[in-house]
DNA sequence: CTTATTCGTTATGACTCGTATCTATCGTGC
DNA sequence: GCACGATAGATACGAGTCATAACGAATAAG
């Protein structure tokens, strides 16, 4: 069949056969992503869960932790350490509800609000500045397509 | 200070403060599309890494494991059980180079190439129904704008 | 021959994530 | 009051991914 190609001694590997697939492409930003987002958190002692934990508390006081691992489409034993990492930081308390002892009520402390507004600050610029070469319009186009992926792939509204 | 909101009982549980940052939503598009890009794999025993490797070397017969390394952004080590099941399988062969007796030169056999014809429509497809909702180009968009996010991130070409 | 470098490999550990399971508590029905 | 199923939080365990360190074999340079 002729396989004999002389391609043996090239310098130059291509990517080319997965380049057309966006899931390929999708995972090689998400890597590059990831690590600017872990390096920026950092500084601040936060990972990636940790802070998006802090900004759904923030933005949804008094809410349970099932209720938070949904949110962050995590499973509840996953949440666990979070928690006890951000109770025992002192950034969010855990106050038990008088109507039903099983579960707590997820809030931000003072010192938790203050670190999630400088964390958001921080990752906001970094953002920024790897989005620098993306337009306004683009950037919108990308979460606009995001979710509508996520939503293609779950079936959930 | 009136923290008292009744926020408690709230049913609904916001992403509001996170769907603003690009990395979020990124990661909730990439779960679901590795999610369908592992269940279309599933059926011809391929894995991600699996299926990568097979198209790279596809496109580069004779190629070196560290040249496949490369061209995969993996180290080293993690690509010797991938091609060890490769090879075994019957998918690649593993020849030895008479000009340099250190390195491997992988190449498709028949089946190998098989295979990575039939997966590759697999995911074709399944790609082409995660992305109904979005127009072609929306979709040339998007890879524009990894490929931009990467060489952003990376600094690399 | 000696030294440094590279290839493939092995061993190891960190980290993430999911499943199964347990206890405590709530709600319902008897 | 008491049994039953369901839920919240927590624990334990395992699968999967990935990087680092280090080794033998082979190559290249001195």
Do not use: C
């Not at 190609?5 to 090689?28: H, S, Y």
């Not at 953002?127 to 950037?139: I, M, P, Q, V, W």
């Amino acid at each position: 069949m002729s396989v004999r190609e002389d391609t043996d001694t090239a310098k130059t590997v291509t990517d080319a056969a997965l380049r057309p697939f966006l899931g390929f492409n999708l995972r090689r930003a998400w890597n590059v992503i990831h690590a600017d987002l872990t390096a920026t958190l950092e500084p601040h002692d936060l990972r990636m869960i940790t802070f998006s934990a802090l900004a759904v508390i923030g933005d949804n006081p008094g809410l349970s932790q099932a209720q938070l691992a949904t949110a962050l489409s995590v499973e509840r034993p996953n949440l666990v350490p979070v928690t006890d990492e951000l109770a025992s930081r002192g950034l969010v308390t855990r106050e038990r509800v008088p109507s039903d002892r099983r579960t707590y009520a997820l809030r931000l402390t003072a010192s938790g609000a203050s670190l999630l507004a400088r964390a958001t600050t921080a990752v906001h610029d970094h953002e920024s500045a790897l989005y620098a070469d993306l337009g306004e319009a683009d950037r919108a186009t990308l979460i606009a397509a995001f979710r509508r992926i996520e939503s293609t792939g779950t079936g959930r509204s």
